[in-house]
C-alpha cells in the first residue's frame, strides 16, 4: 500500500530536549515536505526537498532541520524544542511530475511543556 | 512568504445545501489545488487546477482557476454528512519557486442531517 508514514504519532517533550520526528514514504517520489498545522493559520510550510541532499526552507524554518540521505526519508529534527513548537505536523510526498498532489502522512502531535 | 486568503473561515448548513469556497492571494500561482482533511488524517487531494480560466469538477465538486491567476473558488453541490472537514486551498508557484506550495487558512464545513 502506498503511504507516507510518520513517527511519533503523539510526542510530549519539555522545553530544550532535542527530538527527531521520521517521516519515510514508500512511492519513490523524489520531493518531501513538513508542514506545521496550527488552529486559523491552516498548513505551513517548514522545509521541502526536490531530491536527495537537496533541501530548501519553506515559510517557517525557525527553530528545525531537516536532512535528505536517502530518497525515502525526510526527517524532522527539532534540536531544542519550544512551547511555540507545540503543533500538529505533517509530512507529505510528491512524484517527479511536481503536479502540485501530495501525499500526507497521518500527522504527528507534539506538545513542548 | 506568499499569503492565501481563503473564505469563509466555517461553514454551518444543511443536508442537501449547496456550499461555496474561494481562494485569493496577492502573488501569481501557476497550480491551484483543493484539498479536504478528515479528523485525524492528512489532507487529501480533491481537485487540481492548472490552466487559468479552468473549470473542473470530481463528482458534487467544481473548482475554478481564476483567470488573474490569483483565486480559486470551490463548489459543493448537494451537500451530504460525509462532506464534513476542513477544505484548503492551495497554491504552486512556478519557475525556481515550483517547490513551494502555499496553503490557505482552511473552511471547516459542518453538515447538519
Known amino acids: 500500500e502506498a503511504q507516507v508514514t510518520q513517527n511519533p504519532r503523539y510526542l510530549i517533550t519539555v522545553t530544550g530536549k532535542k527530538l527527531t520526528v521520521t517521516c519515510s514514504q514508500n512511492?519513490?517520489?523524489?520531493?518531501m515536505s513538513w508542514y506545521r498545522q496550527d488552529p486559523g493559520l491552516g498548513l505551513r510550510q517548514i522545509y521541502y526537498?526536490?531530491?536527495?541532499?537537496?533541501?530548501d526552507k519553506g515559510d517557517v524554518p525557525e527553530g528545525y532541520k531537516v536532512s535528505r540521505k536517502e530518497k525515502r526519508n525526510f526527517p524532522l529534527i527539532l534540536e531544542s524544542p519550544s512551547p511555540n513548537q507545540t503543533s500538529l505536523y505533517f509530512c507529505a510526498s510528491m512524484s517527479g511530475g511536481y503536479t502540485g498532489e501530495l501525499f500526507f502522512g497521518e500527522g504527528s502531535r507534539l506538545t513542548v511543556l | 512568504g506568499q499569503q492565501l486568503n481563503q473564505s469563509p473561515q466555517s461553514m454551518f448548513i444543511q443536508e442537501g445545501e449547496d456550499v461555496s469556497m474561494n481562494c485569493t492571494s496577492s502573488?501569481?500561482?501557476?497550480?491551484w489545488l483543493w484539498y479536504k482533511q478528515e479528523p485525524g488524517e492528512g489532507p487529501v487531494l480533491l481537485i487540481a487546477l492548472y490552466k487559468a480560466g479552468e473549470l473542473t469538477s470530481n463528482g458534487r465538486l467544481t473548482a475554478q482557476f481564476g483567470i488573474t491567476r490569483k483565486d480559486s473558488f470551490l463548489n459543493i453541490s448537494a451537500s451530504i454528512p460525509s462532506d464534513v472537514g476542513i477544505y484548503f486551498c492551495?497554491?504552486?508557484?512556478?519557475?525556481?519557486?515550483?517547490?513551494?506550495?502555499?496553503f490557505g487558512q482552511g473552511t471547516i464545513l459542518t453538515v447538519h442531517p
Open positions: 512511492m519513490n517520489h523524489e520531493y
Open positions: 502573488s501569481i500561482f501557476n497550480t
Open positions: 492551495a497554491g504552486q508557484a512556478g519557475g525556481t519557486s515550483y517547490g513551494k506550495l502555499t
Open positions: 526537498s526536490m531530491n536527495v541532499e537537496v533541501t
